[in-house]
């Protein structure tokens, strides 16, 4: 019980509108309810039973009124039908932001729908509109079509179960960049792959040679001949191993979003990596892993990029 009422005191809830003022104490934790301007509902009476069946057809349901662009889609059931939800992540992590709210700070967020769907008289949410229940869907109207309204009371609402998550990359991130930050994983899993598959060979080479060693086939002339070619090989793996330890450490680095790697280059002994937006004060935390595993690094800046040197 202690445990509960902690709860109730540490979080409260807020109503975000874009026409509405809000004031955020950072030190607080919020539960946001969104204003049906927010997102689109409908009810839809489906010749299926489950939610999870629903949430596989939900986005060709708004295909005729939703607008150009990204959305996230949420389903629920009620008595009768199901209730469909679709909302735009970056619009409303946009509005969070302008309204001083950190994710941080946010503890939950649900939809008017699920808080004012009972609700017989309309409510006034900012100066010009109010939310008001019809055929049980809340929707906003213009509140100079009504004479009664109540006054809305944040400390008076309770947080709603059913919650949604925003998502911060995903769809949010547009398409080109998606499709070019693919590419570079694909290239570095094709030299990954390709390195893989060469030093497998040449290991298998190096087990040969070993049999034929031990067979007493194909020696050279003298033992110190063999361990010079044991040892070059040796060698060899090793470089390579490192090799593919750092380019897995770089595909792992804790990029923002306007820095990136541009080039990367190979030449048998050493790894030159070209960063773009990137000083040399960001490379303890952008490459951590690399930092953790003491790898010799040497960093230079030319011409506008960061030129980090790694020696194998």
Wanted: hydrophobic share 40%; glycine share 2%; proline share 3%.
């Amino acid at each position: 019980m202690t445990l509960f009422l902690n709860f109730k005191q540490t979080v409260e809830t807020i109503f975000l509108d874009a026409k509405r003022d809000i004031t955020v104490d950072l030190e607080k934790k919020y539960h946001i309810i969104l204003s049906p301007s927010l997102y689109w509902v409908k009810r839809e009476k489906l010749p299926l039973k489950y939610v999870h069946e629903v949430k596989k057809i939900v986005a060709t349901l708004f295909e005729e009124i939703l607008p150009k662009g990204e959305y996230s889609y949420f389903v629920d059931k009620d008595e009768e039908a199901f209730l469909l939800f679709a909302y735009d992540d970056k619009a409303i992590l946009k509005l969070l932001e302008s309204k001083g709210i950190r994710l941080s700070n946010v503890s939950g967020i649900s939809f008017a729908q699920h808080s004012f769907a009972d609700e017989q008289k309309p409510i006034q949410i900012n100066k010009d509109e109010v939310i008001v229940s019809k055929d049980g869907i809340v929707v906003v109207l213009p509140s100079e079509w009504f004479k009664e309204k109540k006054v809305l009371e944040e400390s008076k609402l309770y947080p709603s179960k059913q919650t949604i998550h925003l998502e911060k990359f995903s769809h949010i991130i547009d398409r080109k960049t998606l499709y070019t930050v693919g590419m570079l994983v694909l290239l570095f899993m094709s030299v990954l792959l390709g390195e893989y598959i060469y030093y497998s060979l040449e290991l298998e080479k190096i087990r040969q040679q070993k049999e034929k060693v031990f067979t007493g086939s194909n020696l050279k002339p003298t033992l110190m001949q063999n361990r010079a070619i044991l040892q070059k090989y040796q060698k060899l793996i090793k470089r390579q191993e490192k090799l593919r330890t750092v380019l897995a450490m770089i595909l792992q680095a804790n990029f923002k979003k306007a820095q990136r790697v541009d080039a990367i280059v190979y030449d048998g002994k050493k790894l030159q990596i070209v960063l773009e937006g990137v000083t040399q004060a960001d490379l303890p935390k952008i490459f951590s892993k690399l930092y953790k595993a003491k790898i010799n690094m040497q960093a230079k800046e030319k011409a506008k990029n960061l030129v980090l040197e790694v020696d194998l």
